[in-house]
């Protein structure tokens, strides 16, 4: 009985461990030079094409930012600057990027949810 759950629990968390790898947060590390202009600044807004808040992304869950960059690649999201950023990226640089925005400072203590 004990041994069974023993077993059982070993199994989810190894299911939640690769799950939570899927991308790799130190390749994202270095991938991130191209956002950190906008999304490294806390509060940060920018001026051109006009002025606009930009979303602080330290922190946020993987599994949102790689869907949103996902539609900003798709068109499903519609904002200029986004979709020409995400229209370079591979899936797996998004999965990186979001490995590492999800571990990032700004809200580490709260990544683990
Ligand atoms: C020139 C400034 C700029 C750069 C560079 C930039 N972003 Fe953004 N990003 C924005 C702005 C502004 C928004 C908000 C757009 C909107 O309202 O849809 C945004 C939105 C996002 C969102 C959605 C956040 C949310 O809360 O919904 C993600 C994810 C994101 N960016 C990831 C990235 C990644 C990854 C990179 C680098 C590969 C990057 N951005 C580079 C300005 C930038």
Known sequence: MTRTRLILAAVAAALATSAHAAGDPAAGRQKNFQCMGCH????????????YHVPKLGG??????????????????????????????????????????????????????
Do not use: N
């Open 40 to 51: 490294g600044i806390a509060g940060w807004k920018t001026a051109f094409p006009e002025v």
């Open 60 to 113: 946020q869950h993987a599994g949102y930012i790689v869907a949103a960059l996902r539609q900003y690649k798709s068109g499903e999201r519609d904002h200029a600057t986004m979709r020409s950023i995400a229209a370079d990226l591979s899936d797996k640089d998004m999965e990186d990027l979001a490995a590492y925005y999800s571990q990032a400072a700004g809200g580490s203590a709260a990544a683990g949810k």
